[in-house]
């Protein structure tokens, strides 16, 4: 008897050891000074291990480098909406909306170095390195321009469904997919030939704005406007998981390594366990109004968002303990 009330503590303390939830404690917090305006997407410097944020209003690059947690560079260079890396030339490409080009920052320098017109207002921009080319979307617009950076000009114009929101690369497939918020669909672009391949819609996600890949699952996920999460199969376009999430994400970054999935919306990041088929809710983590971005750093696992309190702005972590 002895022993079978062993084994049954032994048995249940071990279920309620893995069935303990975990919860996310605040990281480091690092203060942007004399910055008042919102900012546009995150993006990651893996290798370097840096945070690259685009202050749209004040018309700033931020780079903080996250083995120090400190901010080491302010590179002025207009309303920049959306970042891009190329580490192999060692360079940053930023979407300047307003002055209608992409800005090339050096990644050891941390100054521009040179500048690539475009023929309108830009919006996300991505570096497919294969390539070697940029893609930009028109804010607003219905062209996604092809770019040769070394050229420093268009090289070709995709015609896409207006007001494309933000773009991610599938190295696996060779394929770009672009959310498109009034069509509520993903378009699907051969990064080859630069054909427009196919068009899925995202229902019940409307209007949809952040991407984030599963490559391993061969999963795209697509957070709408409306609050809705879905799950795309990569070989099919047809939805496989629905999550309800809270309105108005903007961006969302997956953490392939531990299968967990960041979405950044008004006042909330909410966090999402995408371990199996169906998408599990985690505790949603209390941010900011204007924290609609989010990057999730793949050597620490921590989860990084930007934000304004009206006077300062900061850049704040969370980890799940």
């Not at 500048?115 to 570096?127: C, D, H």
């Not at 672009?178 to 229902?203: E, F, M, Q, R, Y």
């Not at 879905?230 to 070989?235: P, R, S, T």
């Not at 971005?293 to 900061?314: I, L, M, Q, R």
Request: proline share 6%.
């Amino acid at each position: 008897m002895r022993f079978a009330r062993g084994l049954l503590w032994l048995l249940f303390g071990t279920m309620a050891l893995v069935a303990a939830p975990g919860v996310f404690v605040p990281g480091p917090a690092i203060a942007i000074d004399d910055v008042h305006g919102k900012f546009g997407l995150l993006t990651l410097d893996p290798v370097a291990h840096r945070l690259l944020a685009s202050h749209v209003n004040d018309g700033i690059v931020e780079i903080f480098d996250l083995d120090a947690s400190q901010l080491i560079a302010r590179v002025e260079v207009g309303p920049v909406v959306a970042l891009a890396v190329d580490p192999k030339a060692s360079r940053y490409f930023a979407s300047v909306q307003d002055d209608r080009r992409v800005a090339i920052i050096d990644r050891t320098t941390l100054k521009e170095t040179g500048s690539i017109p475009l023929p309108g207002e830009t919006g996300a921009l991505l570096f497919e390195p294969l390539q070697a080319r940029l893609y930009v979307t028109a804010d607003q617009g219905t062209a996604l321009w092809v770019v040769d950076p070394d050229a420093r000009k268009v090289v070709q114009t995709i015609p896409i469904p207006e007001d494309p929101e933000d773009l991610i690369w599938d190295p696996q497939a060779s394929r770009l997919y672009l959310t498109g918020s009034a069509t509520s669909a993903v378009s699907v672009i051969d990064s080859k030939s630069n054909a427009l391949v196919a068009h899925w819609p995202t229902s019940p996600a409307l209007h949809p704005r952040g991407l984030a890949l599963d490559a391993a699952r061969g999963r795209l996920f697509v957070a709408g406007d409306n609050g809705q999460l879905v799950a795309l199969d990569l070989k099919t376009g047809r939805v496989t998981a629905t999550a309800a999430i809270g309105e108005h994400v903007g961006q969302i970054a997956f953490d392939a390594e531990v299968r967990r999935l960041y979405c950044a919306g008004r006042d909330w990041i909410y966090p999402v366990d995408c371990a199996g088929t169906n998408f599990v809710a985690l505790e949603k983590i209390y941010t900011a109004t204007n924290a609609t971005n989010v990057a999730v750093d793949p050597k620490t696992h921590a989860v990084w968002t930007t934000f304004t309190d009206g006077e300062d702005s900061f850049a704040k972590s969370w980890s799940w303990h």
